[in-house]
């Protein structure tokens, strides 16, 4: 049955994007600290090797996994952070970007746990499939679509 108040001349209101703004701050919020993790899980390690080194010789290989571990996290809160901005701005790259490096995320990190056995690494699994559910939803494609600009009016062809 139609609504017999429906007024065709109304617009339809615009989607509220609530899942796209939850996932682009928890980008931008957890992006710099991942990154920051990241460059001291580096550090870290490579202290922890010197140190090693000057009292008995050391196997480097044993800890090559922990530093591209650290620089994937880097590189990952560098994403989650243009990423977010990105959605911010209504922009479909932002949302293909967040997926990306969230899946890469994901993937890492549960390599990792089964790797090293880290129980920590939780937290980032959790993260990434949180960032990786909100951006993957209708809802935040219909937002950035609904917020896009039209084509300028005033532009030459």
């Known amino acids: 049955m139609k609504d017999p108040h429906d007024q065709p001349e109304l617009p339809a209101p615009a989607p509220h994007g609530a899942t796209a703004v939850t996932a682009a701050m928890t980008a931008l919020i957890l992006g710099p600290l991942t990154g920051i993790a990241g460059i001291m899980w580096v550090l870290l390690t490579v202290v ?3 140190d090693q080194a000057r009292e008995s010789p050391v196997e480097i290989g044993r800890y090559t996994d922990l530093i ?3 620089i994937v996290a880097v590189v990952i809160g560098l994403a989650w952070s243009v990423g977010g ?3 911010v701005s209504y922009m479909k790259t932002g949302r293909f970007l967040l997926i990306l ?3 890469v995320a994901l993937i890492a990190s549960v390599a990792q746990l089964f790797n090293r056995g880290f129980g920590f690494l939780f937290i980032p699994i959790i993260v990434s499939l949180l960032i990786l559910v909100l951006c993957a939803v209708p809802a935040t494609g219909r937002w950035i679509v ?4 039209g084509p300028n ?3 030459r062809d």
């Open 48 to 50: 922890g090797l010197e």
């Open 68 to 70: 591209v571990m650290g």
């Open 85 to 87: 901005f990105l959605l």
């Open 101 to 103: 490096a969230s899946g």
């Open 146 to 149: 609904a917020h896009e600009p």
């Open 153 to 155: 009016p005033l532009a």
